[in-house]
């Protein structure tokens, strides 16, 4: 059974930083890409990150470009996202999601958008307020 737990959210101030990290389990991580996507209050769940299963590319949506860093550690099934420079705008409910792709060395899909994913944590709540 696959499981995907979120941790390391938190209140920050405005300038902070926050190190989110997903505890995989019941699957071969090591053979998924791994996303994190998050979800606003009255908007809609986006994929902000992307990591492909060879570790070879990423992806960042332009709002986060520059600040979050996606890594993953196959040995520990664990992927984390490090979060710079935060701003008020971040404030979500982030989540962990994997996706099976046939090139390994992919995590998006035509276009360099990340698709739907197919298996997702419960969240973890992100809050940058002052």
């Known amino acids: 059974q696959v499981q995907l737990v979120e941790s390391g959210g938190g209140l920050v101030q405005p300038g902070g930083s926050l190190r989110l990290s997903c505890a995989a389990s019941g699957f071969a991580m090591r053979f998924y890409a791994m996303g994190w996507f998050r979800q606003a209050p009255g908007k809609e769940r986006e994929g902000i990150s992307c990591?492909?299963?060879?570790?070879?590319?990423?992806y960042y949506e332009d709002s986060v470009k520059g600040r979050f860093t996606i890594s993953r550690d196959n040995a520990k099934n664990t992927v984390y996202l490090q979060m710079n420079s935060l701003k008020p705008e971040d404030t979500a409910v982030y989540y962990c999601a994997t996706k099976y792709f046939t090139d390994s060395t992919v995590c998006t899909v035509g276009g360099g958008l990340m698709p739907e994913y197919e298996s997702w944590g419960q969240g973890t709540q992100v809050t940058v307020s002052s």
């Open positions: 990591i492909s299963s060879s570790d070879e590319n990423t």
